[in-house]
């Protein structure tokens, strides 16, 4: 859901051709002024996940049963 927020920003982004063309602003330099605003909130997430996973300690190589993996799917319901 964060990542969300990264899709108006990273080009080609339809919110940049809309306002690009409303605003009469080059759609080129829009795309070019989102690049690194879209780049450090990519970073951002992924130091922000990592750290996440460290500090409560996610494991990466967990194998659930098909029973545990249908249960879990019917708790995300719940």
């Known amino acids: 859901a964060a990542g969300g ?4 920003i ?4 339809m919110l940049f051709v809309i306002f690009g063309l409303i605003a009469q602003i080059s759609i080129g330099d829009l795309f070019i002024a989102g ?5 450090f ?6 130091a922000l996940l ?4 460290r500090r409560h300690d996610f494991t990466a ?3 659930m049963r098909w029973r545990q993996r ?6 995300g319901f719940a």
């Open 5 to 8: 927020l990264i899709a108006p």
């Open 10 to 13: 990273i080009p080609p982004s």
């Open 35 to 39: 690049i690194i605003p879209g780049l």
């Open 41 to 46: 909130l990519g970073l951002a997430f992924f």
């Open 50 to 53: 990592g750290w996440m996973a």
């Open 61 to 63: 190589n967990v194998r």
């Open 70 to 75: 249908l249960a879990s799917f019917r708790n």
